[in-house]
């Protein structure tokens, strides 16, 4: 998603509901922020996705960039112990 998209907090919620369902064959009973990541350049947002089974935390990544790049930065991140 791009940069623009960032406020859009229903499209958001749409687009991880439905990567959960396509990607688990589950529905998503709630979805709420768990973690955000910024740089100048891009912008991930970590969810918690409840379904009926388990809690997913699915990532979106907000760019004008490479996403594959962003999602690198921000795994170097986590396993820093930075948020």
Not at 24 to 53: N, Q
């Amino acid at each position: 998603m791009s940069l623009e998209d960032l406020g859009r907090r229903e499209l958001i919620i749409e687009a991880v509901k439905n990567a959960v369902r396509e990607c688990v064959g589950v529905d998503v009973v709630e979805v709420k922020l768990a973690l955000s990541v910024m740089s100048k350049d891009w912008v991930v947002l970590v969810y918690e996705a409840r379904t009926k089974f388990t809690t997913l935390r699915p990532r979106i990544v907000f760019t004008e960039g490479d996403p594959a790049k962003a999602l690198e930065e921000v795994e170097k991140v986590f396993w820093s112990g930075g948020p």
